[in-house]
């Protein structure tokens, strides 16, 4: 599982010009799924976002997690994590998990998510999405399951 998490003041989702889902002060993650993958994977990869302190303390130092600042983070699909760019000039995206693995782990990172924090937003996996944000500091944390041991 890979996710690219993105500190935000704020962000949101669109699919065809309607808004489906946000998140305000927290994480827009950005999640991919690997066919090797499993609830398991799902249920540590959120631990450990869970548990990041990223977010600044009173004295400007990253001390803080999502539940030490009450954060909210926007989950969003995103096979194209795994893209293959070693050869030629078009990516292959054969790494990532097929849609039905992909779409069931997605919805247990969510399920995982909404156990532990108030506001869980959610693209539709498989779409076209359109997403805004405004990343805070700028803060972007690449996490790899297989790396972390997870």
């Given at each position: 599982?890979?996710?690219?998490?993105?500190?935000?003041?704020?962000a949101s989702v669109r699919v065809t010009n309607n808004l489906v889902g946000s998140c305000k002060q927290g994480f827009?993650?950005?999640?991919g799924v690997g066919p090797q993958d499993t609830q398991q994977t799902a249920q540590a990869m959120w631990n450990k976002i869970?548990?990041?302190?990223?977010f600044n303390d009173a004295v400007g130092?990253?001390?803080l997690s999502l539940a030490d600042i009450n954060g909210e983070v926007l989950v969003v699909s995103q096979f194209?994590?795994?893209?293959?760019a070693r050869r030629g000039k078009r990516p292959?995206?054969?790494?990532?998990?097929?849609?039905?693995?992909g779409n069931?782990?997605?919805?247990?990172?969510?399920?995982?998510?909404?156990?532990d924090i108030a506001h869980v937003g959610r693209g539709i996996f498989g779409a076209d999405m359109q997403v805004e944000l405004v990343n805070?500091?700028?803060?972007?944390?690449w996490l790899d399951s297989t790396e972390l041991g997870l």
């Open positions: 599982m890979r996710a690219c998490l993105q500190r935000v003041t704020h827009l993650i950005l999640l869970y548990g990041l302190r990223v130092k990253m001390n194209t994590l795994y893209a293959n292959s995206f054969v790494e990532a998990a097929g849609p039905q693995l069931e782990l997605y919805e247990k990172f969510c399920e995982c998510a909404a156990q805070d500091g700028p803060v972007t944390i």
